[in-house]
């Protein structure tokens, strides 16, 4: 196992889990649990899997609540890459939320928060900047203790393209608690992509990290 003390809960979109995936995670050797949430009517498609991480976040709240040790909750898609030290290098230090680059985000060659005294003043990206997360689903993890107390979730009342930033707004923490990550070293890495069989466009800067597009 290439990630020790992971705990990886899956949630399929749908009313029943099936044997050939629950193999597969038999066999990837990791701590897991398999559940499943079918998406309610009134999510829109393109709010596809917010019923799924709601699950995954009532699990948590329920069975981690007395949990004293340092944990992380990191929202993993089936349509990102993942460089294995952003585990180990961001998110098994996160204390409060962290936040890090993101490559290939909608047609962004990089989106990254913009850091100033090791403290975020604003984003770099190209959609809605004036967000006050303006993180990708990607792009960040929170401390169990903030999960724990919180109700936060993902919620009819969150618009579909800021379903991070509502979500991020739940845990009553303002962007100088927020730590940022990977900004203050040389050269920039991205740890995490967004990945696509087509070119997205790689359009804006790369802010210094290492991405080719």
């Not at 999510?43 to 069975?63: P, V």
């Amino acid at each position: 196992m290439h990630i020790k003390h992971l705990h990886w809960i899956v949630v399929e979109d749908g009313n029943e889990t099936y044997p050939a995936v629950e193999n597969v995670l038999k066999r990837s050797k990791i701590k897991y649990s398999y559940l499943y949430a079918d998406t309610p009517t009134e999510f829109e498609k393109k709010k596809s899997g917010w019923a799924q991480r709601n699950k995954a976040l009532s699990y948590i709240r329920y069975h981690y609540w007395r949990y004293r040790r340092n944990a992380v909750v990191y929202f993993a898609d089936d349509d990102n890459t993942y460089d294995l030290r952003l585990f180990n290098k961001f998110i098994r230090n996160v204390k409060t939320v962290g936040i890090w680059a993101v490559a290939f985000v909608g047609t962004a060659l990089v989106e990254t928060p913009v850091v100033k005294n090791g403290k975020i003043q604003a984003f770099n990206v190209i959609f809605n900047p004036s967000r006050t997360f303006a993180t990708d689903m990607a792009g960040f993890a929170v401390n169990l203790k903030l999960i724990i107390n919180s109700k936060a979730s993902f919620h009819h009342l969150c618009k579909v393209y800021d379903s991070e930033d509502c979500f991020l707004k739940q845990l009553n923490i303002t962007l100088d608690k927020v730590q940022p990550f990977g900004v203050a070293e040389h050269p920039r890495e991205v740890l995490v992509w967004h990945t696509q069989t087509t070119h997205s466009g790689g359009n804006g800067s790369d802010y210094g990290y290492n991405v080719i597009a």
